[in-house]
């Protein structure tokens, strides 16, 4: 079934709210106390640790959302049990919608005592396209929305007001580059940050790398620090879509 405009907008505020209740549980954690497991899915750093809060911040968010699924036979697919679906036959790819859930995104930085990480919550259709997302950093307490419904009624906000990516400042004197953890260990690393040097310098632009977020916030950080660029390199192994044909 596709979702109407006034379902979205309620889809929206219901994965605002759980969002926002998970970032409050974040922040009451003591992170000294921390239990760090492995898990197997994942090819980055970040993405092969998880933690109790992890789960239980997954708990807090599918407490809300749970009704959704069965009221609209919405598909689930979460950080933190992607390793338990067989990828292949997952539900995503035969219903119209699915919720995208990261109940802790840059678990590292986290157990580290850093500020990268984020709630991330995406309503995406079948044929991978996002609908609606929220992004909360639990840090800073900014909230940001979107919902991409029909041209008429998308919109961005943060913090509950309109918001666009900030513009080019001319007084800009560095490009930053946001980066993974694992990129580094990466063999292709040194030459790309060689290549990027020498653009920036063509620009009169120093080159900072910043490494301390996840992926969320890294993207965030593109947004609200331009010039700003995002760089992830495609993975050995294919994604499940191409390995299908889809």
């Not at 338990?84 to 219903?95: I, Q």
């Not at 909360?136 to 979107?146: C, V």
């Not at 290549?195 to 890294?218: D, F, H, R």
Request: charged share 15%; hydrophobic share 40%.
């Amino acid at each position: 079934m596709k979702l109407t405009v006034c379902q979205l907008e309620q889809l929206l505020k219901l994965a605002t709210e759980a969002a926002l209740k998970a970032g409050t549980f974040i922040n009451s954690v003591d992170r000294n106390s921390l239990q760090v497991h492995n898990k197997q899915a994942g090819s980055s750093l970040s993405a092969q640790v998880v933690t109790q809060v992890d789960l239980d911040s997954q708990a807090i968010i599918l407490e809300i959302l749970q009704p959704t699924i069965e009221q609209y036979d919405i598909a689930l697919l979460t950080e933190e049990n992607a390793s338990e679906e067989d990828v292949a036959t997952h539900a995503r790819f035969n219903k119209d919608y699915f919720w995208c859930i990261d109940p802790l995104d840059g678990t590292l930085p986290f157990i580290e005592g850093g500020n990268g990480f984020a709630v991330s919550i995406a309503l995406v259709d079948i044929t991978g396209n996002p609908i609606i997302g929220v992004v909360h950093n639990p840090s800073t307490g900014d909230t940001y929305q979107a919902i991409n419904a029909q041209p008429q009624t998308s919109k961005v906000l943060k913090n509950r007001s309109p918001w666009q990516s900030e513009r080019l400042k001319e007084y800009s004197h560095s490009l930053s580059l946001y980066v993974d953890r694992s990129f580094q260990q990466d063999p292709r690393y040194p030459a790309v940050i060689q290549q990027l040097t020498t653009l920036s310098e063509s620009q009169n632009l120093a080159l900072q790398i910043i490494k301390t977020c996840g992926a969320v916030m890294n993207s965030i950080g593109v947004l609200e620090n331009p010039p700003a660029c995002y760089l992830k390199l495609p993975k050995a192994q294919l994604g499940v879509r191409q390995f299908m044909g889809l």
